[in-house]
């Protein structure tokens, strides 16, 4: 007779089990929960029992994913978030939260409110609320509406949402939002808000109000979201959260100390039947691991994330020594995490950023996702300043001799190895104009691909720094960006890094000692291919302060052409700039730079180049074998900087360029060049629900001339400096609006008066005494009028105000 064992009393409670439930249900359950809106968190998560929040669902789904992946199930409906969701290194199996149906399930940091809404006066309705001391956001319906605002906004406007862009608005000072007169009918005026364009359109700034002076001026604090800071401009700045100031459709006002919700109703809402949500949080999910452990393979696909806070007062970190500050948070924020992923998923009207990937961050891909309307960027990589060797901020100098000449990174403290596939990015910089649909700083080798951006006020991806580089954006669509800042382009990046500072002359002689010193931080090319591209203020790719170490080919460049401002080792091939051209800016001795192969239509648009380089000096490593759209007089315009010996001129034969295609026909004169046809079909999102809402471009007209239209300019020379008059985009090499205007120095030697009375090459002077200085035709009047006296010459010397004396003007030559 055989012995009977014993065995463990866990044996005998799974053997009940299974004869309840067969081993394939069991396996089924310990890999998908549910997740319902009527559901309940006493439930076990089956589709017939779901369980009722997120918080639950997570805290169950990381016990299970212990041993295997999990799904959480999403079923249609709104979620409305408590408090922000946070996962960390819990799970060991991947988990994913799913809709059910796609774009049915949200994720909300709002909350509804069921009000009583009665008649105010006019046309104002009122509601008592008392459970929230403060409300940033109203929506009805689903539409976010606007706090009470001075001026009012206006359909069809693009700056804050009353102008029209324009580099010399007219100030209409009756109607200032700050003048006396209006501030005088304000009561009750702390917890408002002032925003306003930085001075030179370069972004923007806020300032919370905290009362009134005894002056009867705003007692107010802010203005530190920009790291080039200036006085607010003088008419891009409206208040909002004012009582007095409720007047339009779609206004509204909580008075906190009342605690009463005033709202205009626009379209005939009866607010008593519409629904009516607030925002309440910043972040909705945090996906967050720590130095010692990756919170890893968690995924959210198919959802809607709605409702965050907007955080524009809170944007304070400076970036290095780019023009950004930034905020650290978005309604989803990585952080110590890999292998994560965010797929065909919606982003609508959050408040802030959209998705913050911070930190030590690798293997995070964003694909199929439609972000729209968002108030600051659309999804930003970002690294810690921590990881750089000598990391400076704001707009300084370099001290060569504290230098440290490591090359790459001091730590791990930034994302690489990421992706951004197929999005739609709209709308994004609602309320932070200084933002981006795609930003990238502080990180390495992060892939935008096939993504389709426009309608945005700055540019459409933005990189900050070289730190360290490998990045590739190709296969893009980005059009119609730069719509309410100045001096930027679709595609924008600054490369202040270790080996830059202002003043260019000492970066040349840096490097003329140590050759490696521009590609300590940039580690390897970041790449710009096969992207259509169109500014219509600005630049449609603009390379600006130190950007090194790109290569930019197969690019399709529909109207502002590609500026490449002082750098190393940029090389441009086989790109089309449609009715532009190429515009070098403050080019370096021994840059390393080639443009070769591409079809210009126009002549070269240089700016400053005489800061660096001698009249003549050559331009680059090689300026040379391309196709001109234009007649040949332009095309050798500056042969006598070693450019286009050996270029052509003439039609390229286009196909069709009234719908976008620039393929050149077989028998085109550009193929000479070298010249090589790339797809002009497949720019942009390839979803099909995305690619059917995408907006397209707008192809210009071509402009172009094969007839010589060269004419020689008049030239001046004062004090043996030669006077020029910039024009439109060259402002930009100066660090000045296009509105202050002014007249160039150049071709300063050691041995002219210009120079021994303290001028150097590339001043740009503003003013002469308290007269401005706007043309050359003003400057020969008033020295010709004024030759005797003593005068300051108000001047801008590597991007910096200063000032020179001098005892005599002397006769313009």
Wanted: some cysteine.
């Amino acid at each position: 007779m055989l012995k009977q064992k014993k065995y463990p009393i866990i044996f005998l409670l799974v053997g009940c089990m299974l004869s309840i439930y067969p081993v394939s249900k069991i396996s089924a359950q310990n890999k998908v929960l549910y997740v319902a809106v009527n559901g309940s968190d006493k439930n076990i998560g089956t589709e017939t029992k779901p369980l009722a929040t997120l918080t639950k669902a997570k805290e169950l789904a990381e016990k299970q994913s212990k041993s295997s992946p999990v799904t959480v199930w999403l079923k249609d409906g709104t979620y409305y978030l408590p408090q922000t969701l946070k996962i960390g290194t819990s799970a060991s199996f991947p988990i994913t939260f799913q809709a059910v149906n796609e774009g049915k399930a949200v994720i909300s940091g709002g909350k509804a409110l069921k009000l009583q809404w009665q008649p105010y006066k006019k046309n104002i309705w009122v509601a008592k609320y008392d459970e929230d001391a403060f409300i940033d956001q109203l929506m009805v319906n689903g539409k976010r509406q606007r706090m009470a605002r001075y001026p009012n906004a206006v359909a069809n406007k693009n700056v804050f949402d009353y102008w029209t862009l324009s580099h010399s608005p007219k100030a209409d000072t009756a109607n200032d939002v700050l003048a006396a007169s209006r501030l005088a009918k304000w009561n009750n005026v702390e917890g408002g808000y002032l925003h306003g364009m930085q001075n030179l359109l370069w972004g923007d700034m806020h300032w919370i109000i905290k009362g009134k002076k005894e002056n009867g001026t705003l007692n107010i604090e802010g203005g530190w979201q920009n790291n080039r800071p200036s006085v607010i401009h003088p008419v891009f700045r409206f208040v909002e959260n004012i009582f007095e100031e409720l007047d339009a459709p779609g206004e509204w006002y909580f008075h906190t100390q009342e605690h009463k919700l005033y709202y205009i109703p626009e379209n005939n809402i009866d607010p008593n039947k519409a629904t009516i949500e607030i925002v309440r949080l910043k972040h909705l999910i945090e996906i967050v691991g720590n130095n010692h452990q990756f919170a890893k393979n968690i995924h959210f696909k198919g959802l809607v994330f709605k409702h965050t806070a907007r955080t524009f007062m809170e944007n304070k970190e400076p970036l290095l020594r780019s023009d950004w500050t930034v905020y650290r948070g978005g309604a989803i924020l990585f952080n110590n995490a890999t292998n994560c992923s965010i797929a065909d998923c919606e982003f609508d009207q959050v408040g802030g950023n959209t998705i913050f990937v911070n930190g030590y961050n690798e293997g995070i891909t964003i694909k199929g996702c439609y972000i729209h309307e968002s108030g600051a960027s659309g999804i930003l990589f970002v690294g810690d300043t921590t990881a750089l060797f000598n990391p400076l901020s704001g707009y300084v100098k370099q001290d060569y001799s504290k230098l440290n000449t490591t090359p790459g990174a001091k730590s791990k403290q930034y994302p690489r190895n990421c992706l951004v596939e197929d999005c739609l990015i709209t709308k994004t910089g609602r309320d932070e104009k200084q933002s981006a649909p795609i930003h990238i700083s502080i990180a390495e080798k992060i892939h935008v691909n096939h993504c389709s951006i426009y309608d945005v006020p700055r540019a459409g991806i933005n990189i900050n720094d070289g730190s360290f580089g490998g990045h590739i954006i190709e296969n893009c669509d980005v059009f119609n960006t730069v719509l309410e800042t100045g001096d930027h382009g679709s595609f924008n990046s600054w490369g202040r890094d270790r080996f830059w500072t202002p003043n260019v002359k000492d970066i040349v002689a840096a490097v003329k000692k140590n050759p490696a010193l521009p590609f300590l931080d940039v580690q390897s090319p970041n790449i710009i291919a096969h992207n259509r591209w169109r500014c219509d203020h600005g630049w449609d790719i603009d390379l600006d302060d130190g950007s090194s170490r790109y290569l930019i080919y197969n690019n399709l460049l529909l109207n502002g052409g590609l500026k490449l401002r002082e750098g190393y080792q940029r090389i441009a091939t086989n790109n089309i700039t449609v009715n532009n051209s190429l515009h070098p800016h403050v080019w370096l001795d021994n840059s390393g730079d080639v443009f070769k192969h591409n079809i210009v239509f126009a002549a070269y648009k240089p700016a400053a180049m005489t800061r660096t380089l001698a009249a003549d000096a050559k331009w680059g490593e090689q300026v040379d074998s391309n196709f001109f759209y234009t007649d040949t007089a332009k095309m050798y315009q500056f042969k006598k900087n070693g450019c286009d010996t050996n270029s052509l001129s003439g039609d390229p034969l286009f196909e069709n360029p009234t719908v976008g295609n620039y393929t050149v026909k077989p028998n085109s004169p550009a193929l000479k060049m070298g010249f090589k046809n790339f797809s002009m079909t497949d720019f942009g999102v390839t979803k099909p629900a995305l690619k059917a809402i995408a907006k397209q471009p707008v192809f210009p007209v071509i402009k172009a001339s094969l007839v010589s239209t060269t004419n020689k300019a008049n030239r001046y020379t004062w004090m043996g400096a030669t006077l020029k008059e910039p024009k439109g985009d060259e402002f930009s090499a100066y660090g000045v609006g296009y509105d202050e205007g002014g007249v160039a120095l150049e071709n300063i030697t050691a041995n002219t008066k210009a120079a021994q009375l303290g001028f150097k090459d590339g001043d740009l002077v503003l003013k002469i005494n308290n007269t401005s200085i706007k043309t050359i035709n003003q400057f020969i009047a008033f020295a010709k009028d004024a030759q005797k006296g003593s005068f300051k010459v108000t001047i801008i010397r590597n991007q910096l105000p200063t000032s020179v004396i001098i005892n005599e003007m002397i006769a313009v030559q």
